[in-house]
T-cell receptor, first 113, second 116 residues
Framework: AQSVTQLGSHVSVSEGALVLLRCNYS??????LFWYVQYPNQGLQLLLK????ATLVKGINGFEAEFKKSETSFHLTKPSAHMSDAAEYFC???????????WGLGTSLAVNP | EAGVTQFPSHSVIEKGQTVTLRCDPI?????LYWYRRVMGKEIKFLLH????????ESGMPNNRFLAERTGGTYSTLKVQPAELEDSGVYFC??????????????FGAGSRLTVL
């Protein structure tokens, strides 16, 4: 069975600081991994995805994530936080042929001026 | 290209009443999914349509939930009768039929259901 663990339900950073949101997964087959973001009063928006190509994946808004099989991790980073990055971030795994996403609990990111 | 549209955006009903949520996927997307997030918990899969057929409904909580996708276009999710534990945000998503796009889901803004 697949599972996703996001460490830290709330993360707070200062504007301009590094953003690091952690995601660990469990999967018995090679996974597809995703990060989605939900801004206030909006839907879930795809930030980036790993689909077995390059292990370092670049997404929108300056975010990137690195797939590390040995650590079963897919942490999300951004070098310099912006106020507009304040949102809730979700890591999800899709393993197998059913295309069903298994989600983490989400991490709420606050950016302080 | 229009995105995935869901309505109502928010519905408040009393226990025992019926609510129907609607989802209009991106035109041409054969795959349509329903997910739900109950407060404080992770987003969970409810079911998956391929065109008008239910591909996987393993996540449907119980028989009070009925999903349809007549004609393979929009979908409805009916809860009848609603219970307190049905409160949450219901997300709809769609994706292309095949290829790399099939694994990339585009989500709607969600329908927040509050059962009092």
């Amino acid at each position: 069975a697949q599972s996703v663990t996001q460490l830290g339900s709330h993360v707070s950073v200062s504007e301009g600081a590094l953003v690091l949101l952690r995601c660990n997964y469990s999967s018995s087959v090679p996974p597809y991994l995703f990060w989605y973001v939900q801004y206030p009063n909006q839907g879930l928006q795809l930030l980036l995805k790993y689909t077995s190509a390059a292990t370092l994946v670049k997404g929108i808004n300056g975010f990137e994530a690195e797939f590390k099989k040995s650590e079963t991790s897919f942490h999300l980073t951004k070098p310099s936080a912006h106020m507009s990055d304040a949102a809730e971030y979700f890591c999800a795994v899709n393993a197998g042929n059913n295309r069903k996403l298994i989600w983490g609990l989400g991490t709420s990111l606050a950016v302080n001026p | 290209e229009a995105g995935v549209t869901q309505f109502p955006s928010h519905s408040v009903i009393e226990k025992g009443q019926t609510v129907t949520l609607r989802c209009d996927p991106i035109s041409g997307h054969d795959n349509l999914y329903w997910y739900r997030r109950v407060m404080g918990k992770e987003i969970k899969f409810l079911l998956h349509f391929v065109k008008e057929s239910k591909q996987d409904e393993s996540g449907m909580p119980n028989n009070r939930f009925l999903a349809e996708r007549t004609g393979g276009t929009y979908s409805t999710l009916k809860v009848q009768p609603a219970e307190l534990e049905d409160s949450g945000v219901y997300f709809c998503a769609s994706s292309q039929a095949r290829g790399s796009g099939a694994n990339v889901l585009t989500f709607g803004a969600g329908s927040r259901l509050t059962v009092l």
